[in-house]
């Protein structure tokens, strides 16, 4: 059976409808909506789950035809919130199959970072994925969090080839974290001394000039 032409059943019970979809395998799961969604979501077509990396579980999507457009793979958390396909959507519980509008939030990009105490002279800065998901950590000196830690500053992890930095994206343009921190000259750049990009302590840092 092919599980993306499989006919959804929806089963209604109060304000809570449970409705069954199939994985590639052929297998069933069951996701939630809210009841008022049912017709809705219903009139979008077949509804299948496929393995989404980025949350590390089975997500719920369809395939979204327009007269005139590529068809478009839609996940069922953008469609019940009647948001952009693209825009990162998290489950606040972390089950992707409850998709009530009370257990889905839109994530904004420009949350500042939360941290952790990593031990007296470090703290740990939380990088999530465009999901709101923690995803890694970078390490700065204590002396150095609330210039780094600002309502004004997202900091995320950033991969441009193959090469891994912490940047923020600002009005203004990119800011990579271990420049923030050492403000190195136009001769000069930064060197993380243990080569690991995600440590912007100070004393892993030193400004060398360019040869």
Same mark, same amino acid.
């Given at each position: 059976?092919?599980?993306?032409?499989?006919?959804?059943?929806?089963?209604?019970?109060?304000?809570?409808?449970?409705?069954?979809?199939?994985?590639?395998?052929?297998?069933?799961?069951?996701?939630?909506?809210?009841?008022?969604?049912?017709?809705?979501?219903?009139?979008?077509?077949?509804?299948?789950?496929?393995?989404?990396?980025?949350?590390?579980?089975?997500?719920?999507?369809?395939?979204?035809?327009?007269?005139?457009?590529?068809?478009?793979?839609?996940?069922?958390?953008?469609?019940?919130?009647?948001?952009?396909?693209?825009?990162? @959507?998290? $489950? /606040? &519980?972390? !089950?992707? +199959?409850?998709? =009530?509008?009370? *257990? %889905? #939030?839109?994530?904004?990009?420009?949350?500042?970072?939360?941290?952790?105490?990593?031990?007296?002279?470090?703290?740990?800065?939380?990088?999530?994925?465009?999901?709101?998901?923690?995803?890694?950590?970078?390490?700065?000196?204590?002396?150095?969090?609330?210039?780094?830690?600002?309502?004004?500053?997202?900091?995320?992890?950033?991969?441009?080839?193959?090469?891994?930095?912490?940047?923020?994206?600002?009005?203004?343009?990119?800011?990579?974290?271990?420049?923030?921190?050492?403000?190195?000259?136009?001769?000069?750049? @930064?060197? $993380? /001394? &243990?080569? !690991?990009? +995600?440590?912007? =302590?100070?004393? *892993? %840092? #030193?400004?060398?000039?360019?040869?």
């Amino acid at each position: 059976m092919n599980y993306k032409a499989f006919e959804n059943k929806f089963d209604v019970k109060g304000h809570i409808a449970y409705a069954t979809v199939l994985k590639k395998d052929g297998s069933e799961l069951v996701f939630q909506i809210d009841t008022d969604d049912v017709e809705r979501i219903k009139s979008m077509g077949t509804w299948f789950a496929e393995w989404h990396k980025d949350f590390n579980a089975y997500t719920i999507q369809n395939i979204r035809k327009s007269k005139g457009t590529k068809p478009v793979k839609q996940s069922l958390q953008t469609a019940v919130l009647n948001t952009n396909p693209k825009a990162p @959507v998290k $489950h /606040i &519980n972390g !089950n992707m +199959l409850d998709n =009530r509008k009370v *257990n %889905l #939030e839109i994530v904004s990009r420009s949350q500042q970072n939360q941290y952790e105490k990593f031990d007296d002279n470090t703290i740990a800065i939380i990088l999530t994925n465009k999901y709101g998901i923690p995803h890694s950590r970078a390490l700065i000196s204590y002396e150095d969090l609330n210039n780094v830690i600002t309502e004004d500053l997202s900091w995320v992890e950033y991969k441009k080839n193959g090469v891994v930095m912490v940047v923020a994206n600002t009005p203004q343009g990119r800011i990579h974290l271990d420049k923030f921190i050492m403000n190195p000259n136009e001769s000069e750049v @930064v060197h $993380h /001394i &243990n080569l !690991n990009p +995600l440590d912007c =302590r100070r004393n *892993n %840092l #030193e400004n060398k000039v360019i040869e």
